[in-house]
């Protein structure tokens, strides 16, 4: 039977978009491009299933079929047009078509058609084409997709940026990626856990080697906690509230919150030795120094009842995980 003679049955289209739909919220991409394109096949002008096919070639990684349904929706000015131009621009980005990401960008500043919540972010994308531009020389000229190139250029806002951005994307394009950072320890630490935070809401069963700071190990991010679930920190905060709370609550939050941002830097590792009172006391040595006060490490120790030495290496380690913290980048 000719493909003229097919039969299509009564409300068709509509269940392969639904059933498309569904393995779109599954991430199952590839099955919900083969019902979007079929529907599509039946009804050309379909403008919902036009938008969730370019969704779907952009989640499976396939950039270039995303890119040319996104242009097509543009220029027929079909859909919504600021989710269109929002995919298009992604999908740009993804290409490293840097020149085409200003011009759209910058046509749409133009134009005042910026919704107020993406200014930011889309401000933030055309500052780094242009510098992409800039590093370049010249415009980028094909579109070949380089995943490892995505973490390296840009500054450290910048890298940070794509990497989180990954975490509602379809991972496999990135994966080998990723994990290449991970075990890289010449990249910065905050990065390394950005990276394995998208490995775990990705549920990755991969095992992967972690490298950082003097740490070196193997772990299977779908089965890590959470960073901020950690119990070793929270004893050291625990150990610093008995100490500071009445003494010095300003210095205390201070202490807490850069804590926590050490936390993030050594995840998923901890605090060795693991003995919570002496990182606690190397916390209020450390804020000693902060507020270049006049303090005695001995007296410190004998306070907190810790190794002098142990104190010692643990407010270096103090200092050298402050100067890898996000503020000091």
Same mark, same amino acid.
């Given at each position: 039977m000719g493909k003229d003679n097919i039969i299509l049955f009564p409300g068709l289209k509509n269940r392969l978009f639904r059933f498309g739909l569904e393995y779109l919220h599954e991430r199952k991409f590839d099955e919900a491009v083969q019902l979007f394109e079929q529907a599509k096949e039946i009804d050309p002008e379909y403008e919902e299933v036009e938008m969730a096919l370019a969704v779907a070639y952009y989640e499976s990684g396939n950039y270039e079929k995303a890119k040319k349904a996104t242009e097509e929706m543009l220029h027929k000015g079909a859909g919504n047009y600021h989710e269109i131009i929002d995919l298009y621009v992604m999908v740009l980005m993804q290409l490293n078509l840097h020149t085409e990401v200003v011009h759209t960008l910058e046509a749409l500043f133009e134009e005042q058609h910026v919704p107020p919540e993406k200014e930011e972010h889309?401000?933030?994308?055309?500052? *780094? &084409?242009?510098?992409? $531009?800039?590093?370049?020389?010249?415009?980028?000229?094909?579109?070949?997709?380089?995943?490892?190139?995505? *973490?390296?250029?840009?500054? /450290?806002?910048?890298?940070?940026?794509?990497?989180? &951005?990954? @975490? &509602?994307?379809?991972?496999?394009?990135?994966?080998?990626?990723?994990?290449?950072?991970?075990?890289?320890?010449? %990249? =910065?630490? /905050?990065?390394?856990? @950005?990276?394995?935070?998208?490995? $775990?809401?990705?549920? #990755?069963?991969? &095992?992967?080697?972690?490298?950082? *700071?003097?740490?070196?190990?193997? /772990? #299977?991010?779908?089965?890590?906690?959470?960073? =901020?679930? $950690?119990?070793?920190?929270?004893? %050291? #905060? %625990?150990?610093?509230?008995?100490?500071?709370?009445?003494?010095?609550?300003?210095?205390?939050?201070q202490l807490k919150e850069m804590i926590l941002r050490h936390q993030f830097l050594m995840y998923p590792y901890e605090f060795t030795p693991a003995d919570p009172m002496l990182w606690a006391a190397g916390y209020r040595g450390f804020g000693h120094e902060m507020y270049g006060e006049k303090w005695s490490i001995e007296k410190t120790a004998q306070t907190f009842e810790v190794n002098l030495q142990d104190l010692d290496y643990a407010i270096s380690f103090i200092f050298n995980l402050e100067q890898h913290s996000p503020s000091t980048v």
């Open positions: 889309y401000r933030t994308l055309l500052e *780094f &084409s242009k510098r992409a $531009m800039e590093r370049k020389g010249t415009p980028r000229t094909t579109s070949e997709t380089k995943p490892d190139l995505l *973490f390296s250029e840009g500054d /450290f806002r910048e890298q940070l940026l794509q990497i989180s &951005s990954l @975490a &509602s994307k379809n991972i496999q394009p990135y994966k080998d990626a990723l994990i290449r950072l991970l075990r890289d320890d010449k %990249v =910065h630490p /905050f990065l390394q856990t @950005a990276a394995l935070n998208v490995l $775990m809401e990705h549920q #990755i069963e991969t &095992s992967v080697q972690i490298r950082k *700071f003097d740490f070196e190990g193997e /772990f #299977i991010p779908a089965k890590l906690p959470d960073v =901020h679930e $950690m119990p070793f920190y929270q004893e %050291v #905060i %625990v150990k610093l509230n008995q100490m500071l709370e009445h003494e010095n609550p300003v210095l205390l939050e």
